[in-house]
């Protein structure tokens, strides 16, 4: 079995599991070639938890969850020194907190007060932990998805954009279609009555999981996928839209604010590449780009009064920049 196609199996497994959300378990395989992180957006109920834990299940890999609350403090995340002692010895031990793992579901994450946030988005951005002086690396698998609910704003804490920024997708969770409904009611009874049937723990036992070295020797493989200088120019046109949008269309900059960061280049060209080898190509098609540019992009664009105030949304403004600049 070929390096994409454990992938792809591993897509298939999660798929199984988590019925009707496609899209985000895509997004998710993305995110661990890319070697970025999610911020997952969605109404309650609708399998964001569930999709990492069954990542997690299918991968050889560690998974901590960390529900965000207003009274979480940083070291509750980073981890802190404890003393020790023992023979009449003393000694302070860095005890590691749950970031120190290989997959982090940092739920409602705009619940936790800003310095919270912040502790989590640095362990993100330096893939490392500084605690008393002392520099603590995180594994070399480390990919977190974080999740916002969309209603019930009060008491919350909003990301600055920022920090926003240090997401590589913000990721969109909708209602599964309606033919999906009935087999998500079907496949959790199944799940239930399986729970205490040994035929159930002895088939869990027996499940070939991906190892972590496969997830390094794919991103390998999408370090070597070509990319035209056409579709480079391309990539950079969309972001060179979102800064200047006044050379495009004169509502378009009526809309946008501020545009994305170098961080929305360096995303769409991850993605754009890892989208392309996941499909099976060795080369970078525009269409790989369009197919990943609102996930990249719907969180680093900051609208303006007039875009909010008309009811106008970050994906809207994305399809009118795709429109907008040609396809080189």
């Known amino acids: 079995m070929t390096v994409r196609d454990s992938l792809l199996d591993l897509q298939k497994q999660v798929g199984e599991t988590v019925l009707g ?25 609708l399998a964001k938890t569930r999709a990492i834990k069954k990542m997690s299940h299918f991968l050889d890999a560690g998974l901590s969850r960390i529900q965000f ?6 070291s509750d995340i980073t981890g802190s020194e404890i003393y020790y002692s023992a023979e009449g010895k003393g000694e302070f031990r860095f005890q590691p907190g749950p970031v120190f793992n290989n997959l982090v579901l940092a739920d409602e994450i705009n619940r936790a007060p800003a310095k919270v946030q912040s502790a ?19 594994p070399p698998l480390f990919l977190v998805m974080a999740t916002q609910n969309p209603i019930e704003q009060e008491g919350t804490y909003p990301l600055p954009e920022a920090q926003l920024d240090r997401f590589l997708m913000h990721v969109y969770v909708d209602y ?61 046109a969309l972001i060179e839209a979102t800064r200047y ?31 392309a ?19 990249v992009l719907r969180h680093r664009l900051l609208l303006s009064y007039d875009a909010q105030a008309g009811g106008v949304k970050a994906d809207q403004v994305i399809s009118k920049v795709v429109e907008l600049v040609a396809v080189a």
């Open 120 to 138: 989590l988005l640095e362990a993100m951005e330096e893939r490392q932990v500084t605690v008393a002086g002392k520099t603590h690396a995180l």
């Open 277 to 295: 080898w996941l499909k099976g190509r060795d080369y970078v098609r525009p269409d790989d780009v369009q197919a990943i540019v609102h996930d």
């Open 21 to 45: 959300q496609q899209g985000m378990i895509e997004r998710l395989i993305l995110g661990l070639l890319a070697n970025g992180h999610l911020l997952v957006e969605g109404l309650p109920g």
């Open 245 to 275: 949008p006044e050379r495009y269309d004169k509502e378009l900059r009526k809309w946008i604010q501020i545009g994305a960061s170098p961080r929305g280049t360096i995303g769409l060209d991850k993605c754009s590449r890892a989208y």
């Open 69 to 74: 609350t207003p009274d979480l403090l940083p």
């Open 176 to 236: 599964p279609e309606e033919r999906s409904e009935r087999n998500i009611m079907l496949l959790v009874r199944g799940e239930e009555q399986a729970s205490d049937s040994t035929v159930a723990a002895t088939s869990s036992s027996a499940i070939q999981r991906v190892q972590q070295d496969v997830i390094f020797a794919a991103r390998k493989e999408v370090h070597d996928i070509q990319m035209a200088t056409a579709v480079e120019d391309y990539i950079v």
